[in-house]
T-cell receptor
Framework: AQKVTQAQTEISVVEKEDVTLDCVYETRDTTYYLFWYKQPPSGELVFLIRRNSFDEQNEISGRYSWNFQKSTSSFNFTITASQVVDSAVYFCALSEATGRDDKIIFGKGTRLHILP | DTEVTQTPKHLVMGMTNKKSLKCEQHMGHRAMYWYKQKAKKPPELMFVYSYEKLSINESVPSRFSPECPNSSLLNLHLHALQPEDSALYLC???????????????FGPGTRLTVT
């Protein structure tokens, strides 16, 4: 069965520090997709990135970067020069094929506190 | 525009009431989803509609009844709920649910439901 593990339940860092959120996944599928979502205190999940299993290139978007390593089944997320607005719960997620459809299964999330 | 809207934002209902949650998207997406999220937990998938047909029901109790009147609208009808059903109900949409395509989902702000 598919599984997503976010071992860090809660992290606190001081503003401007870099922080990495870990994500380890398990799947038997050869084609799969990985995602990161951000959920600020307002409650809405915000889509950050989607990666397919055939593309191991790292991605950078502003202060955000993602490191995908199939060899270790990991898809880690780094925030550089963190800001208070980055405080949120971050979910890593994995696609799971069910019949003719894909659905997403979420990790338990990492609550990130950026302290001013 | 990646916007999914949900109404109402908050809902308080008694165990004998009947109410409905509404969700709308205008991105031309053909898949829509209902999730339930309890505090400090990841979203749990409830239902998936693909091309206006129910394609996934995650063994949700019949007191929750989904409806997809057209490709832009998704309703969740609630009847005889229990206090433990109190949660944040999130709607999402994606371009498709096609297996092995892994489309990202876009979420609405949620309806915070309290059952008294």
């Amino acid at each position: 069965a598919q599984k997503v593990t976010q071992a860090q339940t809660e992290i606190s860092v001081v503003e401007k520090e870099d922080v990495t959120l870990d994500c380890v996944y398990e799947t038997r599928d050869t084609t799969y997709y990985l995602f990161w979502y951000k959920q600020p205190p307002s409650g809405e999940l915000v889509f950050l990135i989607r990666r397919n299993s055939f593309d191991e290139q790292n991605e950078i978007s502003g202060r955000y970067s993602w490191n995908f390593q199939k060899s270790t089944s990991s898809f880690n997320f780094t925030i550089t020069a963190s800001q208070v607005v980055d405080s949120a719960v971050y979910f890593c997620a994995l696609s799971e094929a069910t019949g003719r459809d894909d659905k997403i299964i979420f990790g338990k999330g990492t609550r990130l506190h950026i302290l001013p | 525009d990646t916007e999914v809207t949900q109404t109402p934002k908050h809902l308080v209902m008694g165990m004998t009431n009947k109410k409905s949650l509404k969700c709308e998207q205008h991105m031309g997406h053909r898949a829509m989803y209902w999730y339930k999220q309890k505090a400090k937990k990841p979203p749990e998938l409830m239902f998936v509609y693909s091309y206006e047909k129910l394609s996934i029901n995650e063994s949700v109790p019949s007191r929750f009844s989904p409806e997809c009147p057209n490709s832009s609208l998704l309703n969740l009808h609630l009847h005889a709920l229990q206090p433990e059903d109190s949660a944040l109900y999130l709607c999402a949409s994606s371009q498709d649910t096609r297996r092995d395509w892994g489309y990202e989902q876009y979420f609405g702000p949620g309806t915070r439901l309290t059952v008294t």
